[in-house]
């Protein structure tokens, strides 16, 4: 049965403002898309468009894969876990990207508007950087941006209490990488089409699987996928790992089961350095495709 709160959509003028602070409070919120029931979470940096009270977010070609579900299934939603009272804003989105060039200078339009924080005193470093000549030779792919422009439609209060990750020798995940991440996110796909995602509060490895203290009710057998990450302040040091696998109920917990994983890391200078030479690669296959 779908939601009609979900269905008519429209968010309150208070609740508009929730949203508002809370894009600004965020530098990075855990925005989860599906392609199906198959659900994928990122983290990725939200900002508000005053003129359409929308919910932007944005992607370089090069990673176009965070974002390309939305072509067909428009339905969404995001995790704030940085807002004072913490919650998942479901909503439609739009992908732009007829000029990426434009949408690159609207981008930093957005940034501009940000009130002083230390996400837009990141973002306006990295504008800095893109524009000067070096900048523009390394991380001109990056400047390129496809925009998501999100309606919102509804908010759902949650709670945001993270257990820690151990150890994941079957999927090579060690000791030092799993303390790193101070953010999981588990994600399954409604009966609906609109992709949900909680906090994980506790976990358990179990060989091959994980068991998972998180309050979702899932079918078993249903696709999910697991996101780890961490990130600084300024966005300038992070580090992110998603799991894809399937899920099925034990007790009060969720079993999951991956079936792969996708990582990336930007903390040395080999991580920037290999950032930039996928980053270049992605792009010209971006294009050609």
């Known amino acids: 049965m779908t ?15 929730r949203v508002r ?3 600004h409070d965020s530098a990075a919120a855990e925005v989860a898309t599906a392609n199906g029931d198959r659900p994928q979470t990122f983290p990725l940096s939200p900002f508000y468009d005053e003129s359409t009270e929308s919910v932007i977010v944005t992607s370089p070609p090069a990673f176009a894969g965070k974002v390309d579900a939305v072509r067909e299934n428009p339905k969404l939603s995001l995790l704030f876990y940085d807002a004072e009272d ?3 804003l479901y909503g439609r989105g739009t992908v732009r990207d007829d000029d990426l060039e434009a949408n690159a200078e609207y981008v930093s339009e957005l940034i501009e508007d940000e009130p002083p924080s ?6 306006s470093k990295t504008t800095d950087v893109l524009e000067s000549r070096i900048g523009r030779f390394l991380l001109g792919w990056y400047a390129l941006r496809i925009v998501v422009e999100i309606e919102p439609v509804r908010i759902e209060p949650v709670e945001t209490d993270v257990g820690e990750f151990p150890p994941w020798p079957a999927t090579d995940l060690d000791g030092n990488e799993a303390e790193s ?3 999981l996110a588990f994600t399954v796909v409604d009966e609906d089409g609109w992709p949900t995602t909680r906090s994980v509060e506790g976990v358990e490895i179990r060989d091959k699987v994980a068991l998972l203290d998180v309050p979702l009710s899932v ?3 249903s696709p999910a996928c ?5 990130h600084s302040s300024g966005l300038d040091e ?8 399937q899920c099925r109920n034990e007790g009060d917990r969720v079993v999951f089961d991956p079936a792969s994983s996708f990582s990336m890391r930007n903390e040395t200078l080999w991580d920037r350095l290999k950032f930039i030479v996928q980053g270049k690669w992605r792009t010209r296959q971006y294009f050609r495709d």
């Open 118 to 123: 230390p996400k837009r005193e990141g973002f």
């Open 181 to 183: 991440y101070d953010r």
């Open 238 to 245: 992070l580090g992110q790992r998603l799991y894809r696998g």
């Open 86 to 88: 913490p919650f998942v």
């Open 226 to 230: 697991l996101l780890c990450h961490w």
């Open 3 to 17: 939601d009609p709160s979900l269905a008519e959509g429209g968010l309150s003028s208070s609740e508009v403002k």
């Open 219 to 221: 079918e078993d057998g």
């Open 21 to 23: 602070q809370a894009v």
